[in-house]
T-cell receptor, first 111, second 114 residues
């Protein structure tokens, strides 16, 4: 089992729809969870982080964390073509004191 | 804004060459990281450093070494480049007080070993 798993996609949504990106992780002791956006040919950019169970909203983005289910998600409301990118989920593992990244989900927003 | 720069965007080297990749950050961050990114495998940690002259192995350190002589600079060294080290190399930094896991990335170096 991979430490951090994401569906590779591509996930295609129409412009204006809600895009839902999901991530599961294996280490029950993980405390910090991050979402990075990576445009083609560019480096990852941190867009959201969440530390507590529940929802955290920032503009059109909402991160959701359920530690009991070891599940973190990113919702993008009113999706725009400019949101088309690869979204990387990252989790800090309790052991080793480091971030572990998922392989990423490709999101395509069609106008 | 945090600025992380890397010495080259594209690099082509021959098998057996010694390769130096440099990373510089201007925000006085304690922590610096080197990753490689390959299709389908995501980002994998090679080495990281929490302070000057300190280094820790990541998940895939074999074939690599690092150097951190100054706080702002973290170098990745491929002692004898091989074709399986063809990859995108990404440097990142973070601030220990603000959050060691909120990492900020440089633009990346795409290395091709022929």
């Amino acid at each position: 089992q991979k430490e951090v798993e994401q569906n590779s996609g591509p996930l295609s949504v129409p412009e204006g729809a809600i895009a839902s990106l999901n991530c599961t992780y294996s280490d029950r002791g993980s405390q910090s969870f991050f979402w990075y956006r990576q445009y083609s040919g560019k480096s990852p950019e941190l867009i959201m982080f969440i530390y507590s169970n529940g929802d955290k909203e920032d503009g059109r983005f909402t991160a959701q964390l359920n530690k009991a289910s070891q599940y973190v998600s990113l919702l993008i409301r009113d999706s725009q073509p400019s949101d088309s990118a690869t979204y990387l989920c990252a989790v800090n593992m309790e052991y080793g004191n480091k971030l572990v990244f998922g392989a990423g989900t490709i999101l395509r927003v069609k106008s | 804004d945090v600025k992380v720069t890397q010495s080259s965007r594209y690099l082509v080297k021959r098998t057996g060459e010694k390769v130096f990749l440099e990373c510089v950050q201007d925000m006085d961050h304690e922590n610096m990281f080197w990753y490689r990114q390959d299709p389908g495998l995501g980002l994998r940690l090679i080495y990281f450093s929490y302070d000057v002259k300190m280094k820790e192995k990541g998940d895939i350190p074999e074939g690599y070494s690092v150097s951190r002589e100054k706080k702002e600079r973290f170098s990745l060294i491929l002692e004898s480049a091989s074709t399986n080290q063809t990859s995108m190399y990404l440097c990142a930094s973070s601030d220990w007080d603000r959050g060691p896991y909120e990492q900020y990335f440089g633009p990346g170096t795409r290395l091709t070993v022929t």
